[in-house]
């Protein structure tokens, strides 16, 4: 359910609105130390939501190992972009949010990729019928440009055809069907990769895999039962299709080629983040905008492991335990 931008900026239109809602999703009545988890604290600042930890010692605000830590934005305008970003179902380049927000180029970007890695779920299972595929990720090869040295690599000669065999980015989606969708980059697409995936987001109990023909699929069978399609004779057989998981690839390509022009694989794993929670949440029928803050909120700021090549990578720290 698309968020009402007006119903928003009336509704939280101060910092302090916007500070009582994040203690409120938070911890509800409760305030607990983000480090030991007690709840033994002693209030600092009431207006600025900073606590001191009993226990610990150690002071804290509800900023804290958030994305919203460390930030100079005002909340306001915060929700506001957020509210932008969950309502472009196709992506919001940060130019556009340097427009309608009056940022600068450099906070709208960063502030849209820390929205983003607000968007990253707890690791969860998929079961059912589950749909698995690849897709590749890349422009076309530019033609060599007559100033270029003799000597110098011909990029225009370098294999990006489309399909398997191809040296674009290589990215493996499961879905699972009416629910939620998984996506990795895989530089390698080998059976003990993908199969080391599908154990790690499905479950192999009444469930059932449909992919494709391609050999590598056909180790995933000592895990979990297996369907194939074989696209040289037909697209679909009755239950037994990838459509769904087809339908995805063609909704993340649009979106990046009319949004964002073309993304670097260092930080597509985050951009795919951000079309994982959309799709996910395409039948959500309650409060989106809270929805998003609760997983935002327990999410660790620190840009270095923005910086991840892999999603997983992120999805590791941002949810095992913090060292005490």
């Given at each position: 359910?698309?968020?009402?931008?007006?119903?928003?900026?009336?509704?939280?239109?101060?910092?302090?609105?916007?500070?009582?809602?994040?203690?409120?999703?938070?911890?509800g009545?409760?305030?607990?130390?983000?480090?030991?988890?007690?709840?033994?604290?002693?209030?600092?600042?009431?207006?600025?939501?900073?606590?001191?930890?009993?226990?610990?010692?150690v002071?804290?605000?509800?900023?804290?190992?958030?994305?919203?830590e460390?930030?100079?934005?005002?909340?306001?305008?915060?929700?506001?972009?957020?509210?932008?970003?969950?309502?472009?179902?196709?992506?919001?380049?940060?130019?556009?949010?340097?427009?309608?927000?009056?940022?600068?180029?450099?906070?709208?970007?960063?502030?849209?990729?820390?929205?983003?890695?607000?968007?990253?779920?707890?690791?969860?299972?998929?079961?059912?019928?589950i749909?698995?595929?690849?897709?590749?990720?890349?422009?076309?090869?530019?033609?060599?440009?007559?100033?270029?040295?003799?000597?110098?690599?011909?990029?225009?000669?370098v294999?990006?055809?489309?399909?398997?065999?191809?040296?674009?980015?290589?990215?493996?989606?499961?879905?699972?069907?009416?629910?939620?969708?998984?996506?990795?980059?895989?530089?390698?697409?080998?059976?003990?990769?993908?199969?080391?995936?599908?154990?790690?987001?499905?479950?192999?109990?009444?469930?059932?895999?449909?992919?494709?023909g391609?050999?590598?699929?056909?180790?995933?069978?000592?895990?979990?039962?297996?369907?194939?399609?074989?696209?040289?004779?037909?697209?679909?057989?009755?239950?037994?299709?990838?459509?769904?998981?087809?339908?995805?690839?063609?909704?993340?390509?649009?979106?990046?080629?009319?949004?964002?022009?073309?993304?670097?694989?260092?930080?597509?794993?985050?951009?795919?983040?951000?079309?994982?929670?959309?799709?996910?949440?395409?039948?959500?029928?309650?409060?989106?905008?809270?929805?998003?803050?609760?997983?935002?909120?327990?999410?660790?700021?620190?840009?270095?492991?923005?910086k991840?090549?892999?999603?997983?990578?992120?999805?590791?720290?941002?949810?095992?335990?913090?060292?005490?």
């Amino acid at each position: 359910m698309a968020v009402n931008l007006l119903n928003i900026q009336k509704k939280y239109n101060t910092q302090a609105k916007c500070l009582n809602l994040l203690v409120k999703i938070r911890w509800g009545k409760t305030v607990k130390c983000p480090k030991c988890d007690s709840d033994k604290v002693r209030v600092l600042d009431k207006q600025q939501k900073r606590y001191f930890c009993k226990t610990c010692k150690v002071q804290f605000s509800v900023f804290t190992d958030t994305i919203f830590e460390g930030t100079r934005l005002e909340l306001p305008k915060w929700f506001t972009t957020i509210v932008l970003v969950l309502n472009a179902k196709s992506g919001m380049a940060a130019k556009e949010i340097e427009r309608n927000m009056g940022f600068t180029y450099k906070t709208a970007y960063y502030t849209a990729m820390r929205i983003r890695v607000g968007m990253i779920e707890p690791e969860s299972k998929l079961n059912g019928i589950i749909e698995m595929d690849e897709s590749y990720f890349g422009g076309k090869a530019r033609k060599r440009s007559k100033l270029t040295a003799p000597n110098d690599p011909d990029i225009s000669s370098v294999t990006l055809k489309r399909g398997r065999g191809t040296n674009k980015v290589s990215v493996v989606g499961m879905v699972q069907r009416k629910g939620k969708v998984k996506t990795k980059l895989i530089e390698k697409l080998t059976k003990r990769n993908l199969l080391a995936m599908l154990k790690q987001n499905a479950r192999s109990e009444n469930s059932i895999l449909v992919t494709d023909g391609f050999r590598s699929y056909k180790e995933l069978e000592k895990y979990i039962d297996r369907l194939e399609i074989t696209h040289s004779k037909e697209f679909s057989r009755g239950i037994v299709h990838v459509n769904t998981i087809e339908g995805f690839w063609s909704y993340v390509k649009n979106g990046i080629r009319g949004s964002y022009k073309s993304i670097s694989k260092k930080y597509l794993p985050f951009y795919l983040a951000e079309y994982e929670w959309k799709f996910n949440h395409r039948y959500y029928r309650g409060d989106e905008f809270e929805a998003y803050l609760k997983n935002a909120l327990s999410h660790d700021k620190d840009l270095e492991y923005w910086k991840a090549e892999s999603l997983q990578q992120v999805k590791k720290v941002a949810y095992e335990p913090r060292k005490k």
